[in-house]
């Protein structure tokens, strides 16, 4: 079946720094990318949505500056975490779709900011 | 009116019985049903894709899809411990815009 590689698994930063996550499409070209963040016993919240090429598209009360995503090409992603803040620690997951085909995740990063 | 909705439970069962997981959709444009399972701390799981009425039978998994009621089950048979996780319907609608529910707690009591 379809994988999507996300990269890294979990990662703990200081605060004020800038992390990078990566989620890649690896047997399927996904046009479009989602990124999602979960915090413990919630539900999935969507974050943005990224067509490869174009600007991503934000849900409401994302920062885009804060939230940094690229969608280079139609097999890679990356979500990047700017000035980062203990309550940005979160568990963060990307999905990736084919044309018309079902949304496969990545396993998620675990951000802890200290 | 939310795009997906499922009853958040818990629903517990007991090992060896059915259980049954429900899902409403609003927009009849909606094209194509997903159920994923979530083990506490990890990624949503692709379990079962359905996009026609009817019925859709995967080992112990059995997808319901009824788009004149908007609704869509997941049956699973023969419960095991291991099925105990959150379960979440997904929808897609025109234009690749996946909708989720907010995830069935599911409980199999040994």
């Known amino acids: 079946g379809a994988v999507v590689s996300q990269h890294p698994s979990w990662v703990i930063c200081k605060s004020g720094t800038s992390v990078k996550i990566e989620c890649r499409s690896l047997d399927f070209q996904a046009t479009t990318m989602f990124w999602y963040r979960q915090f413990p016993k919630q539900s999935l919240m969507l974050m943005a949505t990224s067509n490869e090429g174009s600007k991503a598209t934000y849900e409401q009360g994302v920062e885009k500056d804060k939230f940094l995503i690229n969608h280079a090409s139609l097999t890679l992603s990356t979500l990047t975490v700017t000035s980062a803040h203990p309550e940005d620690s979160s568990f963060y997951i990307c999905?990736?779709?084919?044309?018309?085909?079902?949304?496969?995740f990545g396993n998620g990063t675990r951000l802890t900011v200290t | 009116q939310k795009e997906v909705e499922q009853n958040s439970g818990p629903l517990s069962v007991p090992e060896g019985a059915i259980a049954s997981l429900n899902c409403t959709y609003s927009d009849r444009g909606s094209q194509s049903f997903f159920w994923y399972r979530q083990y506490s701390g990890k990624s949503p799981e692709l379990i079962m894709s359905i996009y026609s009425n009817g019925d859709k039978e995967d080992g112990r998994f059995t997808a319901q899809l009824n788009k004149a009621s908007q609704y869509v089950s997941l049956l699973i048979r023969d419960s095991q411990p291991s099925d105990s996780a959150t379960y979440l319907c997904?929808?897609?609608?025109?234009?690749?815009?996946?909708?989720f529910g907010t995830g069935t707690s599911l409980t199999v009591i040994p």
């Open positions: 999905s990736a779709s084919g044309l018309n085909s079902p949304l496969h």
């Open positions: 997904a929808v897609n609608r025109v234009g690749n815009q996946f909708y």
